[in-house]
């Protein structure tokens, strides 16, 4: 059995997220059933390095699965595409090592949120941007995140739903910038983040734009370990998985 590393991207809009569940359709599920045909309907496993919600995309996830087939390994990448759906796609296939795990040895994540400042409503844009047409205080935010760099407790910025008890994660650079007309990109690197924390940071950095929030409150937010105190939970449909980080 060969151990294959697998960089995929989909579209979340379709999907009732990463993981497969009893019902609903999932990017976890459709692998294994591209997998299924190649394998003559044998079971193969995929492995992720981490769940996405439904509505959440991915330019970067990354999935592990073992195979007895002996296949290139661009030629795995296009028997995949050719039966996946459009809209989920195979990046790249490496051979891994017996002992690599997509969730387990990876080290860092990134993921971006983006967001829209236009007044006026793009349909074309619906399922891939947070509508936000405010008026926003980029020194605030900027202000805001910087309280959120470091290695904290991150309760206040957690769903209440995580069964997670270890809510302590190393958030190492939080950095907004312009990333098209009347669009603005959230990039957040960590060793790793709890369920909705990454839309919750986004909530509350823009409620600190917009004047709702202090920035100076935000370590108090962080040592009350209360959801309440922190700010809205984001949309899924702005948030992106970008890049998962491997010590090689």
Known sequence: MQRYKCIIAYDGTNFSG???????????GELEKALGKLHKQQAVKVTGSGRTDAGVHAKGQVIHFD????????????????????????????KASPDFHARFSAVG??????????????????????????????????????????????????????EVEDKVRTIHSIKLFESGEDEITFQFIG?????????????????????KINPNDLPKILNSKNRDMAGKTAPAKGLYLWKVFYDN
């Open 191 to 211: 060793n790793g983040f709890l369920y909705n924390m990454v839309r919750i940071l986004t909530g509350t950095i823009l409620e600190a734009g917009s004047g």
């Open 109 to 162: 994540k990134e993921y971006r949120y983006k967001i829209s400042l236009g007044r006026t409503k793009d349909p074309f844009n619906r399922n891939y941007v947070c509508p936000f047409p405010f008026a926003l205080d980029w020194k605030a935010m900027e202000e805001a995140a910087s309280h959120l760099i470091g290695t904290h407790d991150f309760t206040s910025f957690c769903s209440a739903k995580s």
């Open 67 to 94: 195979s007895p087939l002996n296949i290139p390994e661009d030629r795995w990448v296009k028997a995949l595409n050719s039966m996946l759906p459009d809209d989920a796609g195979i990046l790249s296939v490496e």
């Open 18 to 28: 990463y993981q497969i569940q009893p019902e609903g359709r999932t990017v976890q």
